[in-house]
Structure formats: C-alpha cells, structure tokens
C-alpha cells in the first residue's frame, strides 16, 4: 500500500499569502496519478488537481500542482478568503487508492 | 449536471447490518466506476469499497473485505453498499465518488454530499 504523508499538517496564512502544502509517497506513485482535493466544512471534497498538475475544470489558476515520483506539490499563489479548508492528496494508480490525512489551511 | 445523492444512513447497533445508496443523474451511469469513501468523525478520508462501469469487477478496503459489498444497478442508476458486521470504527459519512473511466486507474471527479452512519449501542 503506497502511504501518503502530508506536510505540515496545519499552514498559518493571511489572505494574499502563497501557500504550498506537501505530499510524499512511501514509493514512487505509478504515472504520477496523484490528485489533490479541497474540503471545506460540512462538504464534500472537490477535486482540484489530477494527473498531480492537470487543473480540474472550473479551478483558478491560482491553484497549481508540480511533482512526480514520491514528491509532490500543491500550490496556491494568493489565497482568497474561500481557499481557507482541508486539503487531501490521493494516489491512484495502485490499488488501494489512498489519501494522505490532510493539511489544513487556516487564517492566521 | 452530475449528481450524486446518497441515502439510507442511520444509527445502527454493533454487529448489525445497514445498505446505503446512491443514486445519480447527469451521465451515462454505466460508463463510469462509482467508489464509496469514508470520513469518521473529524478525521480524514478513506477509500472503502469500487466497482467498474459493468459491476463485474469489485475491490475493497482491508478494513471491510468480508463485511462489505458493493453493487450497481445500471438500469436505475443506483450504486448500493450493503454493510453488515459493523463496528464502532464504521462510524462515518459515507460519500459516493464518480470515476474518471470505466476501469482503474482514475480520480473521483464528482462527490455527493455523504450519509452518516452511526455504529453505537
């Protein structure tokens, strides 16, 4: 089973700041099949980033995605108001799909 | 517009039995892998139970292999998830997540909005 280790698990910003939260693989994550998901209170995921830097539709251009193989990057250039959630990478390109246990971006 | 919406969630005792579903609209149901995730209570997420655009092919977390089992029905487009031997660490909200494809690999494009089951006596 491929683990997904999340750093850190808390992030301090202020609103306009550049955020960038960490994902690493226990191995090299097959094809970079890695996404990343927001979750905000009392809602469900929304996908973010697939193929670990592919936008999903809909996404702003603040929020992107670099890495490959077990190390991996979210980015949020300038962060709104709304930006402030839990965020979850998943990798699935091996069975189980798994997800790392968040980081959460918090107004500081 | 892709909906997921699920239900059937509720408080059941431990070692009891509970089915929960899902049911969508916007897209060709058939065509696509529906997974079910689990979130606990202020913990994160975790992969329960897929199944492939056909229903032929299943695969399931460790942790409820045996306890669980998924199914489809593709003339209703509905995804159930028949849960039995529960335990207190079942409790969760349960979400049904589309895939991207038929078959593995692909990434949860679509979420429902989740059904909390509760496994308390």
């Known amino acids: 089973e491929v683990v997904l280790t999340q750093s850190p698990d808390t992030l301090s910003l202020s609103p306009g700041e550049r955020a960038t939260l960490s994902c690493r693989a226990s191995?090299?994550?097959?094809?970079?099949?890695l996404a990343w998901y927001q979750q905000k209170p009392g809602q469900a995921p929304r996908l973010l980033i697939y193929?670990?830097?592919n936008r999903a539709t809909g996404i702003p251009d603040r929020f992107s995605g670099s890495g490959s193989g077990t190390d991996f990057t979210l980015t949020i250039s300038r962060l709104e108001p709304e930006d402030f959630a839990v965020y979850y990478c998943q990798q699935y390109g091996s069975s189980p799909r798994t997800f790392g246990q968040g980081t959460k971006v918090e107004i500081k | 517009e892709v909906q997921l919406v699920e239900s059937g969630g509720g408080l059941v005792q431990p070692g009891g039995s509970l089915r929960v579903s899902c049911a969508a609209s916007?897209?060709?149901?058939?065509?696509?892998?529906i997974n079910w995730v689990r979130q606990a209570p202020g913990k994160g997420l975790e992969w329960v139970s897929a199944i492939s655009g056909s229903g032929g092919a299943t695969s399931y977390a460790d942790s409820v292999k045996g306890r669980f089992t998924i199914s489809r029905d593709n003339s209703k487009n509905t995804l159930s998830l028949q849960m039995n031997s529960l335990r207190a660490e079942d409790t969760a909200i349960y979400y049904c997540?589309?895939?991207?494809?038929?078959?593995?690999?692909?990434?949860?494009?679509?979420w429902g909005q989740g059904t909390l089951v509760t496994v308390s006596s």
């Open positions: 916007g897209f060709t149901f058939s065509s696509y892998a």
């Open positions: 997540a589309k895939g991207t494809s038929a078959y593995y690999p692909y990434y949860f494009d679509y």
């Open positions: 191995q090299s994550v097959s094809s970079n099949y």
């Open positions: 193929g670990a830097s």
